[in-house]
Every structure is written in C-alpha cells, then in structure tokens.
C-alpha cells in the first residue's frame, strides 16, 4: 500500500501536470555508432556532389541521399561494380511527409556476398514526380515500382509496363498513399458503389488484340457489353 | 524422437531422372509450334475464385495449345491498404493489422513489425521475450510450411499429406489460442515485450508438439520425397538460375532452392540467431522439386532451434521494465500513482519514437519480410511499410511459367508458397 506516499519532488506526476513528459528516457542501447559506410565513402569519392546527404539511422542504418536525375547511374554502379555489388534490391518504396515536403523514393539494398545493406533516397519534388525505373538493373524494381506508381503516383521512366497493381486500373481517386489523400477516399460512399457495379469484367486484363477473351456473347446476340447485365439494377446504386 | 523413415539428400539421384530427360514421362516444354493452326493465342482466365490459387489471385494465361506463352497476374482484390491505415494508428495499435496481412504465420508478422519500431527506438528487450520471440517465430515457420505442403500435395491430388498436415497445423492452432486467445489474429506482441507472460504448461505442450511432430513429418516425408507422381509433377518445372533468383529478388525458401546462401538469419542476424545451431539448406537446381526439399528441410531445422531455444529460455521479466516503453503491471497501476500515470500516458499517448527511419529485416517464412517504419516523432507513423515477400516472389511467375503446360503453373504457383492477404495488404 503506497497511497499514503506523497509523490516525490520531480516525479512524474507533476511532469504530467505541467506537460514536460517529452524525450523518452529509455533504457537505450545507443548505439552511436559513427563508423563510415566503405559504400558511403566510395560513392562520395566517385559521384561527388550528386551525393547530397549521409546520415545514419536508427543505430547503424546508413542513409544515402542521391540526386534524383542520376538514380539510375548510382544505382548501376552500386549493382556492377565489384567492390559493392549491391545485388539485391530488397525494396522500393516512396515516403510522403506531407505540407508539401518533398516525397521520397527508398531503395532498400542489399549486398549477398558482402552481406551489407544500403538504404538509398531519392527526393523528388511534388510538382514533379518522375524518375528513371531501374526496371532494367533488377527485375525486382518490376512491381515494386508499379507500386509506387499506383500508391504515390511516382512515375518511372523507362518502365515497361507502369500502372496500377493493387488499386483498379480504372480508379480514377488519385494516389491513396499520399498524405493529401483522405482515409476513405475522395469520392462518396454513393459514387464509389456505383463505379464498383458498372465495372465490365471483360474490360479487366484481358489482353488487348485478342477476339478470345470477349468471345463469350450472350444469348440475344449482343456482347455483354451491350446488354443490359452490365448495369448495376436501380436500387445497388447506393 | 521417431526415427527417419526415409534418407534422402538435397542433391538428386540420377535414377530420379535429372540429366536428359525425366524417367517418369514427358513433362517439359512441348513444343507446340504445329503449321496450321497459327491463330491467335487462347486467352484462359484463372482465379480470381479458385482453389488452386492459393487465395484471391487471377491469372490470365494466353496458351498456344496447352502451352502457356504469357502469364498476366492481376492482384489487389483483398487490398485493405494497411499501411494507410497504419497511418492512422499509434504505434501499438498496428500491430492487429500486421497479423492480418499473413493469416498463415501471423506471430512472425507481428514479431518483426514490433522489432523495427524498437530498433528505431533503441530499445533493446529482455532475454526472456528474445528466445520466446524466436520460440514463436520459428513455430510459425513450421506453421506456415505446413499449409504450404499440404495445399501443395492437394494440388498435385495428394489428399493425404493435406490431412496430415492440418492435423499438426491444428496443434499449433491450439497454442496460439492458448497463448493469445486467438486462432489466427494473434497480435501478441508489443512496442518492449509481448502481451503477456508464457502461461503455465504452455511450453509442455509445444515440447508434445516437438515430440510427436517429426513422426508426421517422416510420414508426409515417405508419401512425397520419392513419389513417383510428385517428383514428375515437380523436378525440372518452374526452373529459375541464381543469379535470375537474385535479380528478380526471390528470398527465403525460393531463392535457397537455386543455390543462394541467403538467409536473413544468418547473414544480418538478430535475436542471437548466430548463436543457435542450425544449417541453411541449399537447392541445386532450383525448382519446384527443390523448393519443397527446402522447405521440409527447414521445418527440421526449425525443429532443432526449438529445442535449443526451450532449453536456454531464461526466467525473469518479459517486457522491458520502463515505464515509457511498457504498461505497469495492474497491481501497480491499482496502487501506484505514479504507475497509473504512466499506465494513462502510455495509452492515450501511446509509445514515443524519436524522429528517423529503420528497415529492419527477419527471416521469414516466405522470405525477406522487411518492416520499413518511419516516425516525426509523433503518436503515429509517418510511413509504414512491410517489404512483402510474397509479393516480390509472386512478380516472377510469369517468367517461370513461360513454356510449360497449364497444370505446371499451377505447380509453380504452389511452390512459390504465397499469400494473398500480404500481397495485397
């Protein structure tokens, strides 16, 4: 039984009271760790000023921060050349901080035969959302950057095949990833139904050129298309 | 423990028809160029609502005869945009979602997610909740492969080793609910430690489960490592290189079966993974054929972590004894003022996590299961992202089925061992 107690002088019941509980006051391994990266020193060396930025994160995460026109560059010579032979590209992904700072694209790398991993950011500007794929250096980048495209609204140049792999290919919303994007969407509950129901199956992913895949007709002669199946009935339209 | 029934070994037998041809039948790419009848490619639309796609996944095949000429997945029909969500969510209460995203090993998910936001906090947790952490995590491992062989055989028309497997996967059902009161939706974990202690006799009956889980292994063993039918349904289909593997980004299972060393716990460990005895079993030839004897493989290996881990796990606390990090325990927030404030701070504020990024990476049963968190330091995630194994493993089908017959993407499909609700997140 300790409420006979009184709280100690600076305890945290008066940091409450005065809304100073703030830094965390953990039980940290601080791993402060400044050792440099041999990547980060041999892509300064060999780059420059297209290197912008090195920080490291959590501990012993090194972050690199690249120009974002010569990404691909960069990112080649980290593939090919033999002293870093970053082999794996584990993750692309793009980050999206809000009120208009810069939207990033991550490369998470990783080397097998080194057995090292490299963090590498590219910022683009939110008025221009474009940069080169490295589709061509790991086929990795394929869906990954699809992804992005589909989440972000990054576009890749040099992508083979760049649109949208976990949204409908016909979601016109915009990019649902980025922090402008509201939780349940922009359009209504009501329009978003309605879309949902005027969907043709035969329009989804059959590939183009192809009579097969819209052969199937119905009975009275016209396609599906053309009959009345593909309207959603009065009362689904929300 | 039972004796193995059945010897065999990651390298393959000639006698198993490996060099010039298959002695079980003609399996492999037919040519099916026959003048004539050069129409247009049949289009053939499987899934999105079918079995053998392991979950919502729609595959449009354009075949020349029976041959498939290009595989156009479509995904995202269970798409729940989780990391939007997690947006929305302190960091505590995403860890129900990331359960959510692999039904079929929901404690490894929930583990590293919880990893990475400690690893961005520098917390570093106790030695009971590490060995259980890795106890859990490599009981899914076995969870998770078990779903995959039995679903596996099922596709081939093996039914046996299907009800084989869901008996065993029924015992670590159990445990789980034992453990966190659910079957599937476990989200034991939190931000400094797990949801509770181990309760009493729970690790008994995971030492039954050990026990009697090899025999089940050695007889799913016997029915398929040297079946005729399995081996001429496998060997040679889905064949991918090492340095393709690498390139197309395979890990896990999938990327050992064609020869690459990488395994997460191994070559960046954590949790002193590095100090528990077990081999990374290596595929030679990189198909399906090799992909399964990975897998049965490193459900015994996993089997061997076990034991070792039982054996070395410590008593004492679970959860990180700081009061910014973890709940204080009910008798303290009852009696305690300064417990309960901290108790009040921590649930309405949640966790604090400094400003930065960190991908931290566990092995996972499918592969590299990268959880990538980035914090402003508020109550809530700026950005959190799950690098998806499956879906990177998913991207290469259609090279790997390009060639080969209809019913071996079905093959393919199963030996790459996905999961749709990570796919889609």
Same mark, same amino acid.
Request: proline share 7%; glycine share 8%; with cysteine.
């Given at each position: 039984?300790?409420?006979?107690?009184?709280?100690?002088?600076?305890?945290?019941?008066?940091?409450?009271?005065?809304? +100073?509980?703030?830094?965390?006051?953990?039980?940290?391994?601080?791993?402060?760790?400044?050792?440099?990266?041999?990547?980060?020193?041999? +892509?300064?060396?060999?780059?420059?000023?297209?290197?912008?930025?090195?920080?490291?994160?959590?501990?012993?995460?090194?972050?690199?921060?690249?120009?974002?026109?010569?990404?691909?560059?960069? +990112?080649?010579?980290?593939?090919?050349?033999?002293?870093?032979?970053?082999?794996?590209?584990?993750?692309?992904?793009?980050?999206?901080?809000?009120?208009?700072?810069?939207?990033?694209?991550?490369?998470?790398?990783?080397?097998?035969?080194?057995?090292?991993?490299?963090?590498?950011?590219?910022?683009?500007?939110?008025?221009?959302?474009?940069?080169?794929?490295?589709?061509?250096?790991?086929?990795?980048?394929?869906?990954?950057?699809?992804?992005?495209?589909d989440?972000?609204?990054?576009?890749?140049?040099?992508?083979?095949d760049l649109r949208r792999i976990l949204m409908p290919e016909d979601y016109a919303e915009g990019?649902?990833?980025?922090?402008?994007?509201?939780?349940?969407g922009r359009f209504t509950r009501a329009e978003q139904t309605r879309r949902a129901l005027s969907q043709d199956p035969h329009d989804q992913g059959i590939p183009g050129g192809s009579s097969v895949g819209r052969e199937p007709q119905m009975p009275g002669g016209g396609t599906l298309e053309e009959s009345d199946c593909s309207e959603p009935s009065p009362g689904l339209r929300g | 423990?039972?004796?193995?029934?059945?010897?065999?070994?990651? !390298?393959?037998?000639?006698?198993?028809?490996?060099?010039?041809?298959?002695?079980?039948?003609?399996?492999?790419?037919?040519?099916v160029?026959e003048?004539g009848l050069g129409a247009d490619p049949m289009v053939i639309n499987i899934g999105p609502q079918h079995p053998a796609t392991?979950g919502v996944l729609r595959l449009v095949c354009e075949l020349d005869g029976e041959t498939i000429l290009k595989v156009t997945p479509h995904i995202g029909y269970l798409h !729940?945009?989780?990391?939007?969500?997690?947006?929305?969510?302190?960091?505590?209460?995403? $860890?129900?979602?990331?359960? %959510?995203?692999?039904?079929?090993?929901?404690?490894?998910?929930?583990?590293?997610?919880?990893?990475?936001?400690?690893?961005?906090?520098?917390?570093?947790?106790?030695?009971?909740?590490?060995?259980?952490?890795?106890?859990?995590?490599?009981?899914?491992?076995?969870?998770?492969?078990?779903?995959?062989?039995?679903?596996?055989?099922?596709?081939?028309?093996?039914?046996?080793?299907?009800?084989?497997?869901?008996?065993?996967?029924?015992?670590?059902?159990?445990?789980?609910?034992?453990?966190?009161?659910?079957?599937?939706?476990?989200?034991?974990?939190?931000?400094?430690?797990?949801?509770?202690?181990?309760?009493?006799?729970?690790?008994?009956?995971?030492?039954?489960?050990?026990?009697?889980?090899?025999?089940?292994?050695?007889?799913?063993?016997?029915?398929?490592?040297?079946?005729?039918?399995?081996?001429?349904?496998?060997?040679?289909?889905?064949?991918?290189?090492?340095?393709?593997?690498?390139?197309?980004?395979?890990?896990?299972?999938?990327?050992?079966?064609?020869?690459?060393?990488? &395994?997460?716990?191994?070559?960046?460990?954590?949790?002193?993974?590095?100090?528990?005895?077990?081999? $990374?079993?290596?595929?030679?030839?990189?198909?399906?054929?090799?992909?399964?004897?990975?897998?049965?493989?490193?459900?015994?290996?996993?089997?061997?972590?076990?034991?070792?881990?039982?054996? %070395?796990?410590?008593?004492?606390?679970? &959860?990180?004894?700081?009061?910014?990090?973890?709940?204080?325990?009910?008798?303290?927030?009852?009696? &305690?003022?300064?417990?309960?404030?901290?108790?009040?701070?921590?649930?309405?504020?949640?966790?604090?996590?400094?400003?930065?990024?960190?991908?931290?990476?566990?092995?996972? !049963?499918?592969?590299?299961?990268?959880?990538?968190?980035?914090?402003?330091?508020?109550?809530?995630?700026?950005?959190?992202?799950?690098?998806?194994?499956?879906?990177?493993?998913?991207?290469?089908?259609s090279?790997?089925?390009?060639?080969?017959?209809v019913?071996?993407l079905i093959?393919?499909?199963?030996?790459?061992?996905?999961?749709l609700?990570?796919?889609d997140?």
């Amino acid at each position: 039984m300790r409420d006979h107690m009184e709280p100690p002088a600076g305890s945290a019941f008066e940091a409450v009271e005065k809304g +100073l509980v703030t830094g965390p006051a953990i039980s940290v391994r601080l791993a402060a760790t400044t050792v440099s990266h041999p990547t980060v020193d041999a +892509l300064r060396a060999r780059f420059r000023a297209s290197v912008q930025h090195h920080e490291i994160s959590a501990g012993d995460q090194h972050v690199v921060y690249v120009e974002a026109e010569r990404n691909r560059e960069i +990112l080649q010579w980290l593939k090919e050349d033999p002293a870093q032979h970053y082999d794996l590209l584990s993750d692309v992904t793009a980050v999206d901080f809000g009120g208009g700072q810069p939207l990033q694209v991550v490369y998470q790398l990783w080397s097998v035969p080194h057995c090292r991993g490299l963090r590498v950011k590219c910022e683009l500007p939110l008025t221009a959302l474009e940069i080169d794929s490295v589709e061509p250096l790991w086929r990795t980048a394929d869906w990954l950057e699809r992804e992005v495209f589909d989440l972000f609204g990054v576009s890749f140049k040099g992508h083979p095949d760049l649109r949208r792999i976990l949204m409908p290919e016909d979601y016109a919303e915009g990019h649902p990833l980025r922090k402008d994007f509201p939780l349940r969407g922009r359009f209504t509950r009501a329009e978003q139904t309605r879309r949902a129901l005027s969907q043709d199956p035969h329009d989804q992913g059959i590939p183009g050129g192809s009579s097969v895949g819209r052969e199937p007709q119905m009975p009275g002669g016209g396609t599906l298309e053309e009959s009345d199946c593909s309207e959603p009935s009065p009362g689904l339209r929300g | 423990m039972a004796t193995k029934t059945v010897e065999y070994s990651l !390298s393959r037998s000639p006698e198993m028809g490996v060099d010039g041809g298959n002695a079980h039948g003609p399996l492999f790419p037919v040519d099916v160029a026959e003048p004539g009848l050069g129409a247009d490619p049949m289009v053939i639309n499987i899934g999105p609502q079918h079995p053998a796609t392991h979950g919502v996944l729609r595959l449009v095949c354009e075949l020349d005869g029976e041959t498939i000429l290009k595989v156009t997945p479509h995904i995202g029909y269970l798409h !729940s945009s989780f990391e939007k969500l997690g947006e929305y969510r302190t960091w505590n209460q995403i $860890v129900p979602l990331t359960d %959510r995203m692999d039904y079929l090993a929901p404690l490894i998910y929930n583990c590293a997610y919880v990893m990475s936001v400690e690893k961005l906090m520098g917390v570093e947790v106790t030695e009971r909740c590490k060995v259980f952490r890795v106890i859990l995590m490599e009981m899914e491992r076995i969870f998770s492969h078990l779903l995959w062989l039995g679903t596996t055989a099922i596709d081939l028309g093996a039914f046996t080793p299907f009800l084989y497997a869901f008996q065993q996967r029924e015992k670590i059902y159990t445990l789980h609910e034992k453990y966190t009161g659910a079957r599937i939706t476990t989200s034991a974990t939190r931000v400094g430690g797990m949801m509770a202690d181990i309760p009493d006799g729970w690790i008994d009956e995971l030492k039954e489960f050990l026990r009697l889980f090899p025999r089940t292994l050695d007889e799913i063993d016997a029915l398929l490592t040297t079946n005729g039918i399995h081996l001429g349904r496998t060997q040679n289909v889905g064949v991918i290189t090492s340095e393709e593997a690498v390139n197309c980004g395979f890990t896990g299972p999938n990327l050992r079966a064609s020869g690459v060393p990488y &395994d997460v716990r191994k070559d960046n460990p954590y949790y002193e993974y590095e100090t528990y005895e077990f081999e $990374v079993p290596i595929g030679e030839h990189g198909d399906c054929y090799d992909r399964y004897l990975v897998r049965m493989e490193e459900m015994r290996q996993s089997l061997g972590i076990l034991h070792q881990a039982i054996e %070395r796990l410590p008593g004492g606390p679970m &959860d990180v004894p700081d009061t910014h990090v973890t709940l204080p325990t009910k008798t303290d927030c009852m009696s &305690d003022m300064e417990s309960m404030i901290h108790h009040f701070k921590l649930i309405t504020d949640g966790v604090k996590v400094p400003p930065g990024d960190c991908y931290f990476a566990v092995e996972g !049963s499918k592969g590299e299961l990268g959880m990538y968190v980035v914090s402003a330091g508020g109550p809530k995630p700026v950005r959190w992202r799950i690098r998806p194994p499956s879906f990177v493993n998913l991207s290469v089908i259609s090279k790997l089925a390009e060639g080969h017959l209809v019913s071996d993407l079905i093959m393919i499909n199963a030996s790459l061992d996905i999961v749709l609700g990570e796919i889609d997140r």
